[in-house]
């Protein structure tokens, strides 16, 4: 399997564990249709989702560029802008999840627990302008 | 039924939001809470509350994402294809007519290229013969050829369906003004033109399937169809439905469903079927109102091909071209008076196109003009 398609694989299921550990359902969006990966929202019956409700993209990182206390995390121009300015129904978040640099590493299970490593941040970009050329955005 | 998702995102950003509003509201849902860009929809089923948020802008950048999202709780709360739902909120405000064809030695979904045009054609020319009968005062057993402005209007306004499964279904979309004082005042405001039509290929239809039953029974009542006359039945529509039968004469079903946003709470509209043995009742009944009643006031335009006369005084003449309004190529047969045969021998010898008003009638297999008036030659303004 390619390298970059497990680590994404690994960067969702982190955020879809947290996400069921807090009571949400989550669905899988399109992100090339919808420019999101994720909708993160309250069980309704049959399966069926009520509000509020969030959407979100999800980035992985085995090696975050971190300055000053803050992750610099990159994104294409066409992704920054699916998720920057205002005018979304639903809010849309980036989620940028910070994975080990080896696959073993991802979920580690004794009988104790499952370790899932290692840890996820959110943005978002509602106040930022789309823009045209590429861009780095500073992140706490 | 086949279950689809619908994902492409044009189809889902072409619904505006007024029509999600008011599929919502058809099918009994209630708003109970506006906040910002979204209306909280909510209905209970079964004992569980489901939510629908709808977006009230189009311009929202996840407007299609957001429809889609609408759909999927449709689809589980009403138990049927996504594909069904965008349809019928496409549909919303518009009175639908399905006509569900049988045609034999067919797979599913498919009819013969000439049966196919044939029952296009034909359900054009049933709507025509309803509105005809609702833009005139006094409907006729035989409905002339020219249409008025309303009819000409309304033909505008009717759409072709979409396709759908099963055996050949067509349909025919009327949109109609969604009504927006309260249901208490269903009764009281008159219909518009389009939903009076709309109830008239209804009820036009279900009369003459009355009728057709009854003379079945009955061969010596033809009166029946007489009768139904002014229910909106004429020799147009019979005609019409003997065409939806195709060449060989399969059966066939019409339904009507009145759009959502203009319901009409009272009436049912179980679908009206008939049988291939309603057939040749509907023809022979279509024959008889063009014998008995003639098309009053048509005008005849064509060639003088015929020349008929013994002795002196009145002659018979037949003329080859068209009735007004239709396109058909006829030979019609009448007798003139002593001046304007004397015309009519001009027109044959110059080869001239006449022009002449009177009552057409059917008789046995030819077409006759009576009372015959204006015959002159036209010279070419035809």
Redesign the interface.
């Known amino acids: 399997m390619n390298k970059n398609v497990h680590q994404g694989l690994h960067g969702e299921g982190f955020i879809y564990a947290l996400a069921c550990a807090g009571g949400f359902t989550t669905s899988r ?2 992100l090339d ?3 999101v990966d994720l909708q993160i929202a309250h069980p ?8 509020p409700k969030i ?1 979100v993209q999800v980035k992985s990182s085995s090696a975050p560029q971190v300055k000053d206390g803050q992750i610099h995390q990159s994104l294409k121009v066409g992704h920054f802008n699916q998720l920057a ?1 205002a ?4 809010p ?1 978040f980036l989620s940028v999840v910070i994975v080990p640099t080896t696959p073993e590493e991802y979920a580690v299970c004794t009988d104790e627990h499952m370790r899932l490593s290692t840890a996820a941040y959110w943005l978002s970009l509602t106040d930022h302008e789309t823009c045209q050329a590429g861009r780095k955005i500073p992140r706490a | 039924m086949i279950r689809a998702q619908v ?1 492409d ?1 044009d189809a889902l950003a072409a619904r505006p939001p007024s029509e999600l509003a008011m599929y919502l509201r058809a099918h009994d849902w209630t708003i109970r809470e506006r906040a ?3 209306v ?1 929809w909510v209905k209970t ?1 079964a004992g ?4 629908a ?1 709808q ?1 009230q802008e189009s ?5 299609a ?2 429809v889609r ?1 609408l759909l ?2 449709l689809a ?2 009403e138990d049927r294809s996504e594909l069904d739902i965008l349809s019928d909120i496409s549909s919303v405000s518009m009175d639908i007519h399905t006509v569900r064809t049988f045609p034999p030695d067919n797979a599913p979904g498919m009819i013969g290229l000439e049966d196919g045009v044939q029952a296009f054609e034909s359900l054009r020319n049933l709507v025509i013969a309803a509105a005809y009968a609702v833009s005139v005062e006094q409907p006729r057993a035989v409905q002339p050829a020219r249409k008025s402005a309303d009819v000409l209007k309304l033909l505008r306004e009717v759409r072709i369906g979409p396709s759908a499964e099963g055996s050949f279904i067509i349909s025919v979309h009327t949109p109609v003004p969604p009504r927006l004082s309260p249901s208490l005042f269903e009764e009281e405001l008159p219909e518009p033109f389009e939903r009076r039509v709309a109830l008239k290929v209804y009820d036009a239809v279900r009369a003459a399937y009355n009728a057709a039953n009854d003379a079945l029974v009955d061969p010596s009542g033809f009166d029946v169809f007489t009768a139904a006359v002014p229910a909106g039945v004429s020799a147009n529509l019979c005609e019409a439905l003997i065409g939806l039968g195709g060449e060989a004469g399969h059966p066939f079903e019409l339904a009507l469903r009145l759009a959502p946003s203009r319901p009409i709470r009272a009436r049912q509209f179980p679908p009206v079927r008939f049988r291939r043995d309603h057939l040749p009742v509907l023809a022979s009944a279509a024959q008889e109102l063009r014998e008995r009643v003639p098309e009053e006031g048509a005008v005849v335009l064509g060639n003088v091909v015929r020349l008929h006369r013994e002795g002196a005084g009145t002659g018979e003449i037949t003329v080859a071209g068209a009735v007004e309004g239709d396109d058909r190529l006829r030979r019609v047969w009448m007798n003139l008076t002593d001046e304007d045969y004397s015309t009519a021998m001009l027109a044959h010898q110059e080869m001239s196109v006449v022009s002449v008003r009177g009552d057409l009638v059917r008789r046995g297999t030819r077409l006759y003009l009576t009372n015959p008036t204006a015959f002159r030659i036209t010279a070419g303004e035809a």
Do not use: A, W
Not at chain 1, 44 to 51: A, D, E, F, L, Y
Not at chain 1, 87 to 90: A, T, Y
Not at chain 2, 48 to 51: H, N, Q, R
């Open positions: 969006m399109n249709l919808d420019g309704g019956p049959r399966g069926t989702t009520r509000s959407e300015g005018g979304f129904q639903v849309r | 994902t995102r910002g860009s979204s909280q089923v569980e509350e489901f939510e948020l977006p311009t929202l950048r996840d407007y994402s957001r999202d999927s709780v589980v709360t």
